[in-house]
T-cell receptor, first 112, second 108 residues
Framework: DGGITQSPKYLFRKEGQNVTLSCEQN?????MYWYRQDPGQGLRLIYY???????QKGDIAEGYSVSREKKESFPLTVTSAQKNPTAFYLC???????????FGPGTRLLVL | EDQVTQSPEALRLQEGESSSLNCSYT??????LFWYRQDPGKGPEFLFT???AGEEKEKERLKATLTKKESFLHITAPKPEDSATYLC?????????FGKGTRLHILP
């Protein structure tokens, strides 16, 4: 079955620690996205990538970093510079030329 | 400023009681309007894309419509399993803007 997987489902971060969230898709989609979801707020775009080895900042990129070395994979690193990382993180992908985005199951990041 | 507003924030209905959710938008250059369903602790599930005013799409008990200022998600004779948060999103030329969602609860 084609789809988007995210791991882990839950992630705990200690103060000063960098953590990486995984996102993999086997839909052969060119574009991939990372969103952050907080209670009572709409989804906010962190980073997106239209093609391999290229990515752009979204609305709230500060404190985050990404890489896109393979078409299937778009990991997100939450760095120690992100002072309020507790949130639900969603990865999405879309086919080139169409913008319907399909989402993964999400990763909930909690701070210890 | 581009904006997408969903109303109501929350809605409780009896099973079988039909209603509509609203998504109003003030944006420049709308290319499309998405509707998603999100269950607690899960990622949004794609429902519909609408591209032009007057367009309608249906899926089971759900029907989405689009005008030049807003979109409606009509739910007919809902069942408890329709309980979820429904998100709309406006696709612009350079970005997508999500609304905050409507939490729908269907009572048996």
């Amino acid at each position: 079955d084609g789809g988007i997987t995210q791991s882990p489902k839950y992630l705990f971060r200690k103060e000063g620690q960098n953590v990486t969230l995984s996102c993999e898709q086997n839909l052969n989609h060119d574009a991939m996205y990372w969103y952050r979801q907080d209670p009572g707020q709409g989804l906010r775009l962190i980073y997106y990538s239209q093609i391999v080895n290229d990515f752009q900042k979204g609305d709230i990129a500060e404190g985050y970093s990404v890489s896109r070395e393979k078409k299937e994979s778009f990991p997100l690193t939450v760095t120690s510079a992100q002072k309020n990382p507790t949130a639900f993180y969603l990865c999405a992908s879309s086919r080139q030329g169409t913008e319907t985005q399909y989402f993964g199951p999400g990763t909930r990041l909690l701070v210890l | 400023e581009d904006q997408v507003t969903q109303s109501p924030e929350a809605l409780r209905l009896q099973e079988g009681e039909s209603s509509s959710l609203n998504c109003s938008y003030t944006v420049s250059g709308l290319r499309g309007l998405f509707w998603y369903r999100q269950d607690p602790g899960k990622g949004p599930e794609f429902l519909f894309t609408l591209y032009s005013a007057g367009e309608e799409k249906e899926k089971e008990r759900l029907k989405a419509t689009l005008t030049k200022k807003e979109s409606f998600l009509h739910i007919t004779a809902p069942k408890p399993e329709d309980s979820a948060t429904y998100l709309c999103a406006a696709l612009l030329y350079d970005k997508i803007i999500f609304g905050k969602g409507t939490r729908l609860h269907i009572l048996p």
